[in-house]
């Protein structure tokens, strides 16, 4: 089935180190992945995305992984700073319906000073 | 720019009331979609629409309607509230749908009483 899951809900960095986050998914079907950054209280933000014809997409201080065989996806943040701190969803988009987007539970990165 | 906004940010409601929750993109988008965000569910599409009366089911669209007359506003009421219906509701709008990364909006907070 479609499923979208993260491997952990909390994570806590110090400023200035780097940031992994992962997810998994099920739908080896899926073609686009995104990720989104959602502060208290606002709306999802776009990050970064990428297609399954791609390992890797950088951006900036962000690079996305995304490894098809074991359908494992990770977000890393580089030099991450207070401004970082937010929820954190993977998103598995389905093509057809409109791009029905998949969301992951989220992972709340906590990032010490 | 004010791209896509949502009105009202915060809204209280009595079970069997009808309440319509709005939404405005100046992008001219044209796809638009609803969400929901509960604890424990993530995010869940409600409805979506690709173009101007055109509209289609989501995920979770029980007691939901929506209405598409100009490509620009996307409301979506509930008929008769019921507490299950309290949530925080998101709005996104993308160029094309499928292929496209969707902006969401800031979110309304509905709490049905």
């Known amino acids: 089935g479609e499923s979208v899951g993260l491997h952990l809900p909390t994570l806590s960095v110090q400023e200035g180190d780097n940031s992994i986050i992962n997810c998994a998914y099920s739908?080896?079907?899926?073609?686009?992945f995104i990720w989104y950054k959602q502060e208290s209280g606002k709306g999802p933000q776009f990050i970064i995305d990428?297609?399954?014809?791609?390992d890797k997409r950088q951006g900036q201080r962000v690079t996305v992984l995304l490894n098809k065989t074991v359908k494992h996806l990770s977000l890393q943040i580089a030099a991450t700073q207070p401004g970082d701190s937010a929820v954190y969803f993977c998103?598995?988009?389905?093509?057809?319906?409109?791009?029905?987007?998949?969301f992951g539970q989220g992972t709340e990165l906590s990032v010490k000073p | 720019d004010a791209g896509i906004t949502q009105s009202p940010r915060y809204k209280i409601t009595e079970t069997g009331r009808q309440v319509t929750l709005m939404c405005h993109q100046t992008w001219s988008h044209s796809y638009m979609f609803w969400y929901r965000q509960d604890l424990g569910h993530g995010l869940r599409l409600i409805y979506y629409s690709a173009a101007a009366d055109i509209t289609d089911k989501g995920e979770v669209p029980d007691g939901y309607v929506v209405s598409r007359s100009k490509t620009e506003n996307f409301p979506l009421t509930l008929e008769s509230a019921t507490r299950s219906q309290t949530s925080v509701y998101f709005c996104a709008s993308s160029v094309r749908g499928a292929s496209d990364t969707q902006y969401f909006g800031p979110g309304t907070r509905l709490t049905v009483l």
């Open positions: 990428i297609r399954s014809n791609m």
């Open positions: 739908n080896s079907a899926s073609d686009y």
């Open positions: 998103a598995e988009k389905v093509m057809h319906q409109g791009g029905k987007l998949i």
